[in-house]
């Protein structure tokens, strides 16, 4: 039992003494392991060269009670010579001169300069500008980031520089450049040279085209969220491209481009597949919308733009205006709407053939409409805010359009279709060799075809022709090119210095010179003129048909279906009467008739009835020159004197200052005289008027009488007053007086 209890007791002896030797070993052990740490974790001794090393570092610079930058490092090293320090982990933060500035420069290592102020960083430099207001609401969300390396940031301009590459980026946009200055009291970053920047495709949206921007320089203020390239700039986006001396972009809170602002000899070039358009202004604006996609293009200070057409074997259109504003449809990046101001001119090559159009106007608006698949967006519409002009030029002719409201209609691929004006019209064409010919009015239009010509012209609202001295009036007037005529209608009228004419409708046909008029036309000859055509009397002479054709000096004039002259007492009707002023002759054809005054003979005084004389014939042809007047075919003449019939008639008148009046008549040709009982037959009669006889010779002449009998002779005279005949023979004269039994 002892001895049981013995052993357990030295066993557990035994236990006891091994833990107290494993305690105590372990206590040796971790201090031994706790000395080992602590000489491996000291600091290495400090060099002879160092002056003092401290774990952070820090200084500011103030301007009153204002820090305008603290420049913070997690450990320096300051060396015994020179004032140099070694910086870690080296953070500047610039707050402004307002103390509104978050700008920050951050680094692993820089060298620092005691005495001269200046800190110099080899390695990777990050600069983030924000402002305190942005850091506090949203930090990260507005900062301009950029990466070089070797700056060097002097403390007491508040500048750093460096000459090395410079890459940044920011919320819509990112680039890069060679060599900046960043100002810290101005918040302005400069990218010395080499610049190349780009700009997100449509926002945050992803779509569209990116925009890419390059320059000899760049100077960004973040405060402002101005950016500006400088010489040479260069702009593109897909086949738009933009080349200037300095560009400024405005940014948005987001830094998304808002507006840009082309400055210095700004110049634009669009390329298309069939086309190359190219604009040079004084200034170019261009504003975006919050996705940054283009909604409007501003030019001003003087415009002037080229296309160039690939299809038309490189013909050139040119236009210039003092301003020109062009709206964007930012979905599909093409014009919606263009408006022009100030001196605006257009010019593009006539087609087909040589030649040119323009347009002239103080203000133009032309909207656009979207074209499918690859093709360009293409004019549907255009029209002038001010008085215009358009001009067509060609070889044989130049036609202008000129109006209050201006407005064109276009078809696809920018054909012309047509063009309209209001509130005042007028078109005036010039032909070789003739007048200009002018059109007023207050509404027209003109039509073009599919090859680009114009094919029609029409006018209406008080229509007013001009040709020369010619002018004319209508209520319509309708031009076709096709067959050179101009027809104007309701209540058409055309003067020239001697006539007026009248009728529902006038043409004119520019090939032949000829001037038609239908349905009823009226012409007066507006003063008599004793030398001209018309000088039977001393009033206006008139003239009515159904059909009027006329040359266009009017030196002959033809007017058909029931033709009727009148002036004074003279009528003159037949179914053709024409005028023709060079021969100064008048001519009458088919079923002539004739009303003519008779002189009063010798005694009668100007008291009493006067005698007209109304002649029936085929044709009349009367010589104003020498007033007289030929008419032929079955004529037929009476009067209260008498009456006549033959084949052939003469009148001869004469004139004293007042009315045209026959003096005399010769009928030729089976001639028949009635005088009241008497008839006398003859191959020639003539009447004398002055001495109120018929003188009959030819043939065999003969008087009959019913009661007293037949005379006959060689040559037979009876007179008026009385019934004396004279008859003439071989064997002399002898006079027969016969007088009528009353019964």
């Known amino acids: 039992m002892r001895s049981s209890v013995a052993t357990r007791y030295a066993r557990w002896s035994a236990t006891a003494a091994l833990l107290i030797v494993v305690l105590v070993a372990g206590v040796y052990g971790r201090r031994a392991w706790q000395r080992a740490h602590a000489q491996q974790a000291a600091p290495p001794a400090v060099p002879l060269s160092v002056k003092q090393q401290s774990q952070s570092f820090s200084f500011s610079k103030a301007a009153g009670d204002r820090t305008l930058f603290t420049v913070r490092a997690s450990r320096a090293t300051e060396f015994q010579e020179g004032g140099k320090s070694q910086l870690e982990d080296v953070w500047i933060t610039i707050y402004g001169n307002e103390g509104d500035r978050n700008d920050n420069l951050h680094t692993s290592k820089c060298d620092y300069n005691s005495s001269s ?192 057409s690939l299809a038309r074997g490189r013909s050139e259109d040119h236009f210039a205006a003092d301003r020109m504003e062009i709206e964007i449809d930012p979905q599909r990046g093409q014009p919606k709407l263009l408006e022009a101001t100030g ?132 209520d319509r007037g309708r031009y076709v090119r096709s067959s050179d005529t101009l027809t104007l209608s309701g209540s058409a009228a055309i003067a020239d210095a001697l006539t007026e004419t009248s009728a529902p409708t006038l043409v004119f046909d520019q090939r032949s010179g000829e001037i038609r008029g239908e349905e009823g036309v009226r012409t007066t000859y507006k003063r008599a003129d004793p030398g001209g055509i018309t000088n039977l009397a001393p009033q206006p002479a008139h003239l009515t048909a159904q059909h009027f054709v006329a040359t266009r000096d009017s030196a002959r004039a033809i007017y058909s279906g029931r033709a009727r002259m009148w002036q004074g007492d003279a009528v003159i009707e037949a179914d053709t009467i024409e005028l023709h002023r060079a021969e100064r002759l008048l001519l009458g054809r088919g079923n002539v008739s004739a009303l003519l005054p008779q002189a009063r003979p010798s005694g009668a005084g100007k008291s009493g009835e006067r005698t007209l004389w109304l002649a029936h014939a085929g044709r009349l042809a009367y010589r104003s020159a020498d007033g007289v007047a030929m008419l032929e075919e079955n004529v037929r003449a009476e009067s209260r004197v008498g009456r006549l019939e033959s084949r052939a008639l003469e009148l001869l008148l004469h004139s004293d200052g007042g009315p045209q009046e026959l003096t005399r008549a010769v009928a030729t040709g089976g001639v028949t005289v009635h005088q009241e009982e008497r008839r006398g037959t003859s191959e020639r009669a003539e009447y004398v008027v002055a001495d109120g006889k018929f003188v009959l010779s030819g043939g065999n002449p003969t008087i009959y009488d019913a009661e007293q009998g037949t005379t006959t002779g060689p040559q037979l005279t009876f007179f008026l007053a009385d019934d004396r005949i004279l008859v003439q023979s071989s064997e002399g004269t002898r006079t027969v007086t016969r007088h009528r039994i009353q019964k």
């Not at 403390?155 to 900046?180: I, L, N, W």
């Not at 359009?401 to 407005?407: P, S, T, V, Y």
């Not at 008080?462 to 020369?468: A, H, I, N």
């Open 117 to 308: 102020g200046k800190i110099s960083c080899a390695g990777i430099v990050q600069i983030d500008l924000e402002s305190a207001e942005e850091a506090r609401r949203e930090p990260g969300q507005r900062v301009f980031h950029m990466d070089t390396s070797g700056i060097s940031f002097d403390r007491q301009s508040g500048e750093a520089r460096t000459d090395q590459a410079v890459t940044f980026r920011f919320p819509e946009g990112q680039g890069r450049g060679v060599g900046m200055v960043y100002k810290s009291d101005e918040a302005s970053v400069r990218v010395t040279r080499d610049v190349q920047l780009t700009f997100a495709p449509g926002g945050r949206k992803g779509s569209g085209q990116p925009v890419a921007l390059s320059g000899g320089g760049m100077d960004y203020r973040h405060e402002s969220g101005i950016l500006r390239l400088f010489n040479p700039v260069r702009v593109a986006q897909g086949p738009k491209e933009l080349s200037t001396g300095l560009l400024t972009l405005e940014l948005s809170l987001d830094l998304r481009a808002r507006r840009m602002t082309a400055t210095d000899k700004p110049q634009m070039v669009f390329r298309q597949p069939q086309s190359e358009s190219t604009i040079e202004a004084g200034r170019v604006i261009a504003e975006f919308t919050a996705d940054g996609s283009i909604q409007r293009v501003i030019a001003d200070g003087g415009v002037h733009g080229t296309r160039k």
């Open 343 to 474: 001196n605006v001119k257009i010019e593009s090559p006539a087609v087909p053939g040589p030649g040119q159009r323009s347009l002239a106007t103080p203000a133009l608006r032309l909207y656009f409409t979207a074209a499918s698949g690859k093709r360009a967006a293409e004019v549907s519409r255009g029209e002038t805010l001010a008085p215009g002009m358009v001009e067509i030029q060609s070889p044989q002719e130049t036609t202008q359009i000129r109006g209050e409201r201006l407005a064109a209609e276009f078809g696809p691929r920018n054909h012309l279709r047509r063009i309209s004006g209001q509130q005042g019209v007028e078109m005036e064409r010039r032909l070789p060799g003739h007048a200009p010919q002018i059109t007023r009015s207050q509404e027209g239009t003109i039509e073009f075809g599919l090859k680009g010509e114009w094919t029609e012209a029409r006018q209406s609202g008080s229509l007013r022709f001009q040709e020369g001295e010619r002018n004319a009036r209508a």
